[in-house]
């Protein structure tokens, strides 16, 4: 059961209707809605969206954006999408493991939001996820392949390409970011597919491309193209590029042990294998350092929900981070001068001051020293 019935009720309201024009969108270049109840936003939300443009909610914790998005889908009706942009759970200098099927949901919405395919699309995020260092559009791409039946293909091309990206060999695919070979037949589960994929081929010619139950590892319908993502939101192709980088920060600092992991991880980055806490490394993977808001499109629709919680949050995620790292450097267990692996959330606050049509909630103002 939704509460999308009862969202015309609000849309006919005048005070909705000061709001917008008559096409539905905001009616001017900024509205502040300082006094609108908190349960009462998601309805709002839900009103404001449209199947034609994507909507993007920026919030403050965590753990708000998770209720804000099941609060959302509650209203919205079918057709929109309600999603969550997946941030890291950890802090920059926290090293918690690689996940790659958070790294394919990643991957997937920015290829979504690149491809003009995000109308309709409600996209939820937290302060914390909208400073989250990704690959600029132009590598995603670049590094993006279609396949057809007919198409001609070296399948160990095919597989080293899929390698390098991130893609990780296991001897059944069932994971997204996955991939197996079994002479004449490739399988992979490549971000945004709801299935895994089963390509056949007959010689050097890709005769068939079919999904496939992870489950029974039966064959299922056929296909007419793939479209193959990268598994990730960060261009892992340049591991071995950005170890050469870090081989040449100053180590002498750190503990025996640590040094000792330092080297395993280098080693790894060399080899071109995800280290386990690529997060932290990802400043050193770009040549262009992007995130979210880079994505959304121009003529999308962008809400501040309690723009005054959002402002007093980012310094928090400067604060904890530089103490974290002067902690982690004390103790001989990072190298000092190491970029930190997130954007500055003064330039992610002024584009989205410039963008912003909906403010809901206090605006306060955070102390310079803070």
């Not at 009103?47 to 909507?55: D, F, G």
């Not at 909630?361 to 803070?370: F, K, P, R, S």
Request: hydrophobic share 40%; charged share 25%.
């Amino acid at each position: 059961m939704t509460l999308a019935h009862l969202l015309p009720l609000l849309q006919e309201t005048p005070a909705f209707g000061t709001l917008v024009d008559d096409g539905g969108a905001p009616a001017y270049p900024l509205a502040r809605v300082a006094d609108l109840p908190v349960s009462a936003r998601p309805a709002l939300i839900s009103a404001l969206a449209n199947p034609q443009r994507t909507t993007l909610v920026v919030t403050a914790r965590a753990d708000r954006a998770d209720a804000l998005c099941a609060a959302i889908a509650e209203f919205t009706p079918g057709g929109t999408d309600v999603v969550r942009w997946p941030a890291p759970d950890a802090l920059p200098y926290e090293q918690l493991p690689f996940d790659l099927g958070v790294a394919t949901q990643r991957a997937a919405l920015l290829d979504r939001l690149r491809r003009g395919d995000s109308g309709g699309l409600i996209l939820v995020t937290s302060v914390h996820g909208l400073i989250h260092l990704v690959m600029d559009p132009i590598d995603l791409a670049s590094h993006t392949r279609i396949l057809r039946p007919g198409d001609r293909l070296d399948v160990q091309d095919l597989l080293r390409w899929a390698i390098e990206l991130g893609y990780q060999v296991a001897p059944l695919v069932q994971e997204p970011g996955t991939i197996a070979r079994r002479g004449g037949i490739l399988d992979l589960f490549p971000p945004g597919a709801e299935h895994p994929i089963r390509i056949d081929l007959f010689g050097d010619e890709i005769e068939t491309i079919r999904t496939f139950n992870p489950s029974s590892q039966r064959s299922e319908g056929r296909l007419p193209s793939v479209s193959l993502l990268p598994p990730s939101e960060l261009p892992l192709w340049r591991l071995r590029e950005a170890g050469a980088v870090l081989a040449r920060l100053d180590r002498g600092g750190l503990r025996e042990e640590v040094d000792a992991e330092w080297g395993r991880m280098l080693d790894q980055m060399a080899s071109g294998t995800t280290p386990t806490s690529v997060d932290l490394f990802s400043p050193y993977l770009l040549d262009r350092p992007r995130t979210l808001l880079d994505y959304v499109p121009a003529h999308g629709l962008v809400l501040l929900d309690e723009p005054g919680a959002n402002r007093l949050a980012a310094p928090q995620h400067r604060r904890q981070p530089s103490a974290l790292e002067a902690a982690l450097v004390e103790n001989g267990e990072k190298a000092p001068r190491q970029r930190c692996p997130n954007a500055e959330w003064g330039d992610k606050e002024a584009q989205l001051e410039a963008r912003a049509r909906v403010k809901m909630g206090l605006v306060a103002e955070v102390n310079a020293t803070d």
